[in-house]
T-cell receptor, first 115, second 115 residues
């Protein structure tokens, strides 16, 4: 019973291609996130979705677009892939609210390699 | 805006020795603080969290952390290191806006345990 799952685990592709990474959570959380972890292990939040609405959109190129068909899924679509997009992408989910601790639960990650 | 610093990108200890990983934060509101661990090729797993209930927080795998407001610190310790503790450790603070939806992660500290 994986709480937060991502597919694929590994993704190798050529520059210029379009790819998607899927994420699903079965924790009933109302907020989901995408993070990018670079080669130095630095974690940067990219997006979050709360009840199908984009709440946070950091300074991420518009080639990246999150898509959420329902609150259990948040997919990440990337257009025109570039070498610099190579990284590990993590999906996470959490319960957000004024009294919530907002503990986040992470998926296993998707290692994207752009050639 | 909040920030998190972790002193020492790499810490090495001998098996059985004390583990001390440092975390300092800045926040304009009472913080909620977290430590996550990332084992090689895996996602992030919550070790422990501070939510103002007690300043000394116990987590999984024998780790604990102490919140010190005067020092704006939340250092992670373990009395006796085990080989299986070798991993990347991240300190994080809950965001101040949007009901704390945004997490801010520190840059991480890689812990090596020597036999």
């Amino acid at each position: 019973d994986t709480a937060v799952s991502q597919t694929p685990k590994y993704l190798v592709t050529q520059m210029g291609n379009d790819k998607s990474i899927k994420c699903e959570q079965n924790l009933g959380h109302d907020t989901m996130y995408w993070y990018k972890q670079d080669s130095k292990k630095f974690l940067k939040i990219m997006f979050s979705y709360n009840n199908k609405e984009l709440i946070i959109n950091e300074t991420v190129p518009n080639r990246f677009s999150p898509k959420s068909p329902d609150k259990a899924h948040l997919n990440l679509h990337i257009n025109s892939l570039e070498l610099g997009d190579s990284a590990v992408y993590f999906c996470a989910s959490g319960e957000v609210g004024f009294d919530s601790y907002n503990e986040q639960f992470f998926g296993p990650g998707t290692r994207l390699t752009v050639l | 805006a909040q920030s998190v610093t972790q002193l020492g990108s790499h810490v090495s200890v001998s098996e059985g020795a004390l583990v001390l990983l440092r975390c300092n934060y800045s926040s304009s509101v009472p913080p909620y603080l977290f430590w996550y661990v990332q084992y090689p090729n895996q996602g992030l797993q919550l070790l422990l969290k501070y939510t103002s209930a007690a300043t000394l927080v116990k987590g999984i795998n024998g780790f604990e952390a102490e919140f010190k407001k005067s020092e704006t610190s939340f250092h992670l310790t373990k009395p006796s290191a085990h080989m299986s503790d070798a991993a990347e450790y991240f300190c994080a603070v809950r965001g101040e806006d949007n009901y704390g939806q945004n997490f801010v992660f520190g840059p991480g500290t890689r812990l090596s345990v020597l036999p």
